[in-house]
């Protein structure tokens, strides 16, 4: 099953709301909310920084990324940027494609 890193930034007022109700409530919502999906949540972690939150979930397709991030985004107390997760086997198989391409500035 494809996994994805979600990124996650909570505005203002996410914040007070996660500050209410604790971040083990909120964990468990992504994973009703990814079961929900046909899928599970692997992990998810608080951080410092630039970012609040780092969350690998395993989902059926990239539809189902999608839907799960335009539904916590469009709520407007958090901003989810997703990133498609491949594992080494994935990039073995893809480095062994070739594709016909010409780099911008030549002649092919």
Do not use: C, W
């Not at 890193?5 to 500050?19: D, F, Q, S």
């Not at 909120?26 to 999906?37: D, I, Y």
């Not at 994935?90 to 010409?102: E, G, K, L, M, N």
Request: net charge negative; aromatic share 6%; hydrophobic share 40%.
């Amino acid at each position: 099953m494809p996994r994805f890193l979600l990124i996650v930034n909570y505005a203002p007022e996410g914040l007070r709301a996660l500050m209410s109700s604790g971040g083990s409530a909120r964990r468990s919502v992504v994973e009703k909310t990814a079961s929900g999906l046909g899928g599970r949540l692997e992990t998810f972690d608080y951080a410092f920084g630039s970012d609040d939150a780092y969350t690998i979930v395993d989902l059926p397709d990239s539809e189902s990324a999608a839907a799960l991030a335009l539904t916590v985004s469009s709520s407007g107390l958090v901003r989810v940027h997703t990133v498609v997760l491949l594992t080494p086997e994935q990039i073995d198989r893809a480095s062994q494609i070739h594709p016909d391409y010409t780099p911008p500035g030549q002649t092919g």
